[in-house]
């Protein structure tokens, strides 16, 4: 493993910080391409383990694209304590980390098998190994993990994206496979389009993703890879899903960007409750306007208190800027904050919550580092806020 990440860490709002003062903002450096950090976990001591994928500034204009993976630790105020990198010949898209029993990392290749690593505790490598899916496509095919989650009778169900280079198509689906990954149980194909998220039922999964039309689904698979039903929360096109949540009330919701089709620049906040029989029970109105950006979709996570946390961007008169907004179990908004950045723009891609606040993980195409907007000069970027949303 060679450690592949110059990761500057500048940028940060204050010169020294103390254990009750938690809040900061940290530039990683990047690019990132849209998914630089794609998971973490907080640890009891507070330290964070970070997992994602980055592309050196070397390759940057040179022709192929070599992306490298990495697992990093940080302390509770931002600092690195180690990188872990993982160098491919070909791109490497880091797709997940799933903490179970240790740590799982999905990967997947541009025309090489997808492969799964597993880490200890100590994120110790125990194995990495390719999944044998991959045999039956075509050569110019690549496979990418979005989502794992044990599935409901033992194994992982795997939440998948099929890229054909040949074509230039790409699919979505789910795949069940054994413990040890060394058996593909059964495999559905959704059909063209893009996978987002996946959610466990008593009786199956249900999954969200766009078809190549841009149309919003919501299907569920049952244990037996029987597909039950397939559904449009949402007719309106444009719409992009940011996460979906099983409920406790045997349903799930949905939070998405629902595009307002007045202006190609603007999208508003919306969700829909469904219930495991495809029966659509209640939609609402998040009154949260976000920026449409095809290349840095925002993210939505449950909170402690079983409410809603959403990042994302609002559009600016000059540039974008971050979102950060919180809303209760029933969807009420209790507050919202803009993140004002410097030229180019900034948009919050993933956010996690933690203990005492929320950590984002944000593009940001010229904070600091007057960069021009261009996704291959995109930097990471971390916001860790207060349980209010605030980096004082």
């Known amino acids: 493993m060679a450690a592949i990440l110059s990761l500057s860490f500048a940028g940060c709002k204050k010169n ?10 940290k ?11 794609v998971g973490l976990y907080e640890e009891p001591s507070g330290n964070m383990v970070m997992y994602g994928n980055c592309l050196p500034y070397a390759n940057v204009g040179q022709g192929t694209l070599v992306h490298s993976n990495y697992v ?7 600092n690195l304590l180690n990188a ?30 997808t492969h799964i690593r597993r880490l200890d505790n100590n994120l110790n490598l125990i194995y990495d190994k390719a999944l044998n899916f991959h045999d039956s496509l075509s050569s110019k095919s690549s496979f990418f993990p979005l989502k794992m989650i ?5 194994g992982w169900v795997i939440h998948y994206n099929l890229q054909d280079y040949g074509t230039s198509f790409q699919y979505a689906g789910i795949l069940k496979m054994d413990s040890s ?3 593909t149980k059964w495999n559905i194909n959704l059909g063209p389009g893009t996978p987002y998220s996946m959610v466990s039922t008593m009786d199956g999964y249900i999954v969200a993703y766009l078809d190549d039309f841009g149309t919003q689904w919501l299907e569920k698979v049952d244990n037996h890879s029987n597909v039950v039903w397939k559904i449009v929360p949402d007719p309106a096109p444009g719409n992009i899903p940011l996460n979906l949540f099983a409920l406790n009330n045997d349903s799930c919701l949905l939070i998405y960007e629902k595009q307002n089709h007045l202006n190609n620049y603007f999208a508003n906040l919306a969700a829909v409750t469904v219930d495991h029989y495809g029966n659509t029970l209640n939609s609402y109105d998040l009154n949260t306007p976000v920026a449409v950006n095809s290349s840095y979709i925002g993210d939505a996570e449950m909170t402690a208190d079983k409410g809603f946390i959403v990042t994302g961007a609002r559009y600016g008169d000059l540039t974008n800027n971050m979102l950060l907004a919180k809303f209760d179990a029933n969807l009420h908004k209790q507050w919202e904050n803009v993140f004002f ?12 919550p933690l203990r005492n606040g929320y950590l984002v993980a944000a593009a940001s195409f010229g904070f600091g580092k007057g960069l021009v907007v261009d996704s291959l000069k995109a930097v990471n970027m971390l916001y860790k806020t207060d349980l209010n949303g605030q980096v004082r």
Do not use: M, W
């Open 341 to 352: 950045s410097g030229a180019g723009g900034t948009a919050g891609y993933k956010v996690f």
């Open 27 to 37: 530039d990683l450096g990047g690019p990132v391409l849209g998914n630089g950090i």
């Open 181 to 183: 990954f060394s058996k």
């Open 150 to 154: 044990p599935a409901n009778d033992g």
């Open 72 to 78: 990093s630790t940080l302390d509770q105020f931002g």
């Open 16 to 25: 020294t910080q103390t254990p009750t003062d938690l809040t900061f903002i």
């Open 84 to 113: 872990n990198g993982f160098d491919q010949a070909y791109s490497e898209a880091c797709t997940f980390l799933h903490r179970f029993d240790g740590y799982y990392l999905t990967y997947g290749h541009a025309y090489l098998p």
